[in-house]
């Protein structure tokens, strides 16, 4: 899981193929791997500690996870994405 994890990011962010992502994302992780299992390894703890309370917690954690692991992705990689001039659009019939 630590190794792949930057795999979707790539996915979104450069346009990669699902297998060229994953190996790009296995090869720079591996030698940041403890410092990162790490990382994981706290946000982990975070999530069941914002469910506590009903759940509410979950309203803070789940997007602290998310801006946490994109903000290491962008950190290591930066970001490479310009979607302003190329906006995906849904085909209307």
Not at 11 to 29: G, P
Not at 46 to 56: I, M, S, V, W
Not at 59 to 72: G, K, M, N, R, Y
Not at 73 to 79: D, K, S
């Amino acid at each position: 899981m630590v190794s792949y994890m930057f795999a979707p990011r790539f996915i979104l962010d450069r346009r990669l193929d699902f297998w060229e992502a994953m190996e790009m994302s296995r090869h720079t992780v591996n030698p940041l791997w403890f410092n990162l299992f790490a990382c994981i390894l706290l946000l982990t703890l975070f999530n069941p500690a914002g469910a506590l309370r009903l759940g509410l917690g979950l309203l803070i954690s789940v997007p602290f996870t998310f801006c946490a692991l994109t903000t290491a992705y962008a950190n290591l990689f930066g970001l490479q994405s310009d979607y302003a001039q190329e906006v995906p659009r849904l085909k209307t019939f």
